[in-house]
């Protein structure tokens, strides 16, 4: 008789926690978002080119007044940097090395300083340094390109010309 009082006892027990909802379960839900990350970076310099002409070997050839403006096109914060070609590439007859210590080039060399950033310095031939720092997106800032010649020359030399690289990177 007790055993059937047991499972009488079981039985309503059974029947209660059916009808109870359970509360110690933790629950999850989630919220998908999504978006379209925007910033650019957009560098433009004007002028494309510039011609110094005749340059006497030891002395200086420059821009001046800001004749060159670098543009920040873009929608975030721009630093620059700024390289060049190791050696130029002549129109006939000789090419010159870059002294990228800068002063003083030696025979058949040339140096080329920028000015007027916020850090002005003779170019390399790689991205290693800063030229300017935090240009605002939709601002510009203006500066000159200095050309310094070698304190001899070897040769006649024809023209030469070098190009000159801006990168942009996120501030």
Known sequence: ?????????????????GFTPLVLAATEDTVIITFDPEGNIDIDISYASYNYSSVNANSWKNTTGGYFTLYNNGSVPMDTQIKTNSTTDPVGSGEMSLNASGIPPSTD????????????????????????????????????????????LS???????????FQGSQS
């Open 1 to 17: 008789m007790q055993i059937k009082k047991i499972y009488g006892i079981l039985v309503i027990v059974m029947i209660l926690a």
């Open 109 to 152: 060399e040339y140096a080329i300083y920028i000015e007027d950033l916020d850090f002005p310095g003779y170019l390399t031939t790689a991205y290693v340094v800063e030229f300017d720092q935090s240009l605002n997106p939709l601002d510009s800032k203006t500066f000159d390109i200095c050309l310094l010649l070698g304190t001899n």
């Open 155 to 165: 040769a006649n030399f024809s023209w030469q010309t070098t190009t000159i690289y």
